[in-house]
């Protein structure tokens, strides 16, 4: 989708250096959007430069805008755990989410997550444009509507294609999943465990396919 000529994104930030330490820096103090102002921090991507898979979430949630770091809350040992359980080791994935500011109201004394809208997914999408570039992938791993539809368009259903690979010149392996947040939300516990075997069933697939691209007995 074209954006409008006024409509602001992160594109005049994005240094002419591309590395992951140079684009860091420069996010650091981004407000492309109004989001930046209620923020702790942005939360910028982790994982090294090299990695064969990314991860795309939606945003940070309270415990990464706190930390500064993507994916270490509750999600985030879930997401943990499944990707061990798939064969992938976190430690060598890169790990980023869509929009790099937490969205929050107050209710109480909690900050409750609010879901991006289209003009701060878009505004934040250069930020995460320059990290695949840095980075280039094997395969890129969309988790949740949010990160499927920011990359992929917002016409893409994840739950027709989920643990599909789907062409895309973004990466040789392209996939979308639930978010693990989506797990935790899950209604009972058979539920969440239903949900959690198909969610490291799907990060499966990208180790199988990593695998049959030559990646090796051994994948990231």
């Given at each position: 989708m074209a954006r409008a000529p006024d409509e602001k994104t992160a594109a005049p930030l994005v240094p002419a250096q591309r590395t992951l330490p140079a684009l860091r820096a420069a996010a650091a103090?981004?407000?492309?959007?109004?989001?930046g102002a209620r923020a702790t921090q942005t939360v910028f991507g982790e994982g090294p430069r090299d990695a064969a898979v990314m991860l795309v979430g939606e945003q940070p949630g309270d415990a990464e805008d706190?930390?500064?770091?993507?994916?270490?809350?509750?999600a985030g040992r879930l997401l943990d755990e499944a990707l061990?359980?798939?064969?992938?080791?976190?430690?060598?994935?890169?790990?980023?989410?869509?929009?790099?500011?937490?969205?929050?109201e107050a209710r109480g004394k909690k900050r409750i997550h609010q879901k991006p809208d289209a003009g701060e997914i878009r505004a934040c999408r250069p930020?995460?444009?320059?990290?695949?570039?840095?980075?280039?992938?094997?395969?890129?791993?969309?988790?949740?509507a949010t990160a499927a539809q920011s990359v992929l368009g917002r016409a893409f259903?994840?739950?027709?294609?989920?643990?599909?690979?789907?062409?895309?010149?973004?990466?040789?392996?392209?996939?979308a999943t639930l978010h693990p947040?989506?797990?935790?939300?899950?209604?009972?516990?058979?539920?969440?465990?239903?949900?959690?075997?198909?969610?490291?069933?799907?990060?499966?697939?990208?180790?199988?396919?990593?695998?049959?691209?030559?990646?090796?007995?051994?994948?990231?």
């Open positions: 103090g981004c407000r492309a959007c109004d989001l706190l930390s500064g770091r993507p994916f270490v809350g509750p061990a359980e798939a064969g992938l080791d976190r430690r060598r994935v890169y790990v980023t989410n869509a929009v790099k500011h937490f969205k929050w930020w995460f444009e320059a990290e695949l570039a840095a980075v280039r992938p094997r395969a890129l791993v969309l988790l949740g259903r994840v739950t027709q294609h989920r643990g599909e690979l789907l062409p895309s010149p973004l990466a040789p392996i392209v996939l947040s989506a797990i935790l939300r899950a209604p009972d516990p058979e539920a969440r465990r239903r949900e959690r075997a198909r969610f490291v069933a799907d990060l499966g697939v990208v180790t199988r396919a990593l695998r049959d691209e030559g990646a090796g007995a051994s994948p990231p």
